[in-house]
């Protein structure tokens, strides 16, 4: 589990070896998310919290994927 204080995406860094590309990584990779149209994105405002539904704060992972975030509370 990682925690990113700014955002919750990063770089991979890649590797150019005899005509293919390695992703270089020493933590497992399960996928990535590639935006066409990111013109209308914009960093989460954690004012916004009371947003979200109650039923998708603390759900359970399902599949070989973890919880990829949680939900701090300030304190």
């Known amino acids: 589990y ?3 204080t700014d955002g919750y995406a ?3 860094p890649l590797r150019f070896e005899n005509g293919l590309y ?3 990584d020493p933590d497992k990779i399960y996928g990535w998310m590639e935006i ?3 013109a209308q994105l914009e960093p989460f405002d954690e004012s916004n919290n009371d947003k979200i539904l109650p039923q ?3 759900r ?4 070989i994927f973890g919880r990829l975030f949680t ?3 300030n304190t």
Do not use: C, H, P, S
């Open 10 to 12: 990063r770089r991979v």
């Open 71 to 73: 939900f701090k509370k």
């Open 2 to 4: 990682n925690y990113w």
């Open 60 to 63: 359970q992972a399902t599949g």
């Open 56 to 58: 998708y704060l603390n």
């Open 36 to 38: 066409q149209d990111d």
């Open 22 to 24: 390695y992703i270089d």
